[in-house]
């Protein structure tokens, strides 16, 4: 699937279904590898990757622009590649993360490359890319966990989507504290002022500035 969305400029997001097949297969937690999917292989390939995106973005705007929220996410970001790693170890699957800024897959490098050129352009473009990044994320996870019923993988899933809520969090408080409104990009308005009118949730990790 591809996702076009508008940020002030109009960004190619990429998802699941663009996943290129043979990567490898293996299982989920609990399970042999050749128990695995296809699609449960290319979804935990396809996420580590997309991971590495958020990392390098946010690593990249925190040198761009002093912005400690995105230094701190990109802490965050670094944990959740090391959870789904964890998984591809454990199934004996190929680890697609190259050096920081490269990626195995050429559609989510030209996502990168994207989300750079876009959170470069203003501070605030620099927060509104962070909560697009965090929307898509959410998106994808959902679709993953609709696709598998692997309590494990299920398990690793819920958990980065609670990630993510907190960090969504964490961008649009500092966009609204600088006088905007938060418009949601991918995800339903609805869906995004139920997250952000709600707490942080503690289980996934320290609060982010």
Request: hydrophobic fraction near 40%; charge should be negative; aromatic fraction near 6%.
């Amino acid at each position: 699937m591809v996702r076009n969305i508008s940020l002030l400029v109009v960004l190619s997001v990429l998802t699941l279904s663009e996943v290129q097949a043979g990567w490898g297969n293996g299982g989920g937690q609990g399970q042999i590898a050749e128990s695995l999917t296809t699609v449960e292989a290319e979804h935990l390939q396809w996420l580590r990757e997309e991971e590495k995106v958020s990392r390098d973005v946010y690593d990249l705007l925190y040198q761009h622009w002093g912005l400690y929220v995105s230094s701190n996410i990109a802490a965050a970001e670094q944990r959740h590649m090391d959870s789904v790693l964890m998984q591809l170890q454990r199934y004996s699957l190929v680890d697609p993360a190259l050096q920081a800024g490269l990626f195995s897959n050429q559609e989510l490098q030209a996502l990168y490359e994207s989300l750079m050129l876009q959170g470069t352009t203003s501070e605030m473009d620099a927060l509104h890319t962070g909560a697009l990044i965090e929307e898509v994320d959410m998106q994808d996870l959902h679709e993953m966990i609709a696709s598998t019923d692997n309590s494990g993988l299920i398990s690793l899933y819920e958990k980065l989507l609670c990630g993510s809520r907190n960090h969504l969090r964490a961008f649009v408080s500092q966009i609204e504290s600088r006088g905007m409104v938060y418009q949601a990009q991918v995800m339903d308005q609805e869906a995004v002022d139920l997250i952000v009118d709600s707490p942080m949730e503690r289980r996934c990790g320290r609060r982010y500035r």
